[in-house]
DNA sequence: TGCAAGAACATGTATATACAAGTTATAATA
DNA sequence: TATTATAACTTGTATATACATGTTCTTGCA
């Protein structure tokens, strides 16, 4: 199927984007946009509400939806997004060290979520990202077997996310992630430029599929000058 | 107006919460509730995508929702919540100690959006709060005067945003939130109990009415080993 | 018995209608 | 002119229908 929602919203996005609406301007109306995409009320209204869910928009009762303009030259963290996606949108130069690659049966409180009967062994990669010359992410995947069978070298270097979801067909759903600061490890400074600093910025993320199912989990450990997070948040009404 | 989806959506969260449905275990199809809440299916379906927003269920075609259960015992720091309703939620002994409440024209690029023709002063609030004997949190807040007119100590002890949304009829929209890690000012030593920690967590908000205006700037700053955030995300697909 | 087709049921998408409720511009009135 | 009432437009809620698409169980056939 089509999927009209989805295409006008990406289309929205898009515009929104290359400032066709300037920010704290109103786009059009709802019944002027189904005029234009030829479509009921409804489904612009399933667009729009895609928009003010990923702070695009914000839409005020009889008035109309203004555009907010709050993510524009911002760092997309938030949300489920590769290395790789990211450093593409925010056209850095980036640089991928896999430091290792290994199939191992771990006995770990984190990693017992991604055993299931007949596959206790997981992957484990470990990757340094360099950007602007300075190692200053570490990496560390695991990955269950049963939804990832074969890992490469390769793959690692270039996008596992690419890997999953075009080859393996694997369909991401939702994550659970945790923020905390601690202090570094011995793998942080070896594999790290931390230039002393004595704590690093740790996301700790389990990763599910759209079926609910635990398939990844994964500490990305940063340094703490160079760490940046940034979330948008609405407030439930009761 | 009544709001059905939205009793139908609380309704469904306190069940969930007092474990009607386990973890992993489905909860009744769309039909089966449009029956037992004697409502349409598309009202059933508003419930359960505020549900599947918030983290509570997955749904999954052609089976039914299932419970995550993920953010069951855990911090809920993502979202818009207040540092009372915080502590209520996870039964925490906490106190608040107000260092400072004025009225002043501060030049500063974060507050500048919030001063509007005619009100140049903003209001300062500087909150130090204590959970278990120790002063872990430094909160300092700025509201424009334009939405906030009057604010006393008193208000400040107790809970501003309960001030703010039911004395002054304020409704909250949105929050940008943005996370880093930074060394502690002379101010956070002198209020916090920092133990010679060398960094602190920041969480710096910008929040912003229903109506798309900013009122408030803040930044919580952490002590780094009483620091949590979590966040629920989900993959938007294309 | 084993497999396959199909029925029954689950969620997803698209459309239509009706009315509620907030905002703004217009027009009528004092 | 100034104020007020109204009309026109905005988004929000509730409902109904139809069909698409994925999953599971049952039934019937080989």
Redesign the pocket.
């Known amino acids: 199927?089509?999927?009209?929602?989805?295409?006008i919203y990406h289309d929205l996005v898009k515009k929104i984007e290359m400032n066709v609406w300037p920010a704290a301007t109103?786009?059009?109306?709802?019944?002027?946009l189904s005029k234009i995409y030829?479509?009921?009320?409804?489904?612009i209204?399933?667009a729009?509400n895609l928009l003010s869910q990923s702070g695009y928009i914000q839409?005020?009762?009889?008035?109309?939806?203004v555009i907010i303009g709050v993510n524009k030259f911002d760092f997309p963290v938030s949300g489920i997004i590769s290395f790789k996606e990211l450093t593409a949108n925010l056209n850095l130069k980036a640089k991928t060290w896999v430091e290792e690659l290994s199939l191992k049966d771990i006995d770990d409180e984190e990693i017992a979520g991604l055993k299931e009967p007949g596959h206790d062994n997981v992957w484990k990669v470990v990757r340094a990202r360099e950007i602007s010359g300075e190692k200053i992410i570490l990496d560390k995947d695991y990955f269950s077997t049963k939804y990832v069978p074969s890992l490469s070298q390769k793959v690692c270097e270039d996008s596992i996310y690419d890997y999953l979801e075009n080859e393996l067909e694997l369909v991401i759903g939702f994550a659970r992630k945790e923020i905390v600061v601690e202090e570094p490890t011995e793998e942080d400074r070896q594999l790290l430029d931390l230039e002393g600093f004595s704590n690093v910025a740790v996301i700790k993320s389990q990763v599910y599929l759209a079926?609910a199912s635990l398939f990844q989990y994964t500490e990305s450990r940063h340094r703490p000058d160079k760490f940046r997070f940034v979330d948008f948040a609405r407030r439930i009404k009761n």
Chains 1, 2 share one sequence.
Do not use: F, V, W
């Not at 199927?1 to 295409?7: A, I, S």
């Not at 030829?38 to 489904?43: G, K, V």
């Open positions: 199927m089509q999927k009209k929602y989805l295409n109103k786009i059009p109306s709802e019944n002027e030829a479509t009921s009320r409804e489904t209204r399933k729009l839409k005020i009762r009889g008035k109309g939806s079926d």
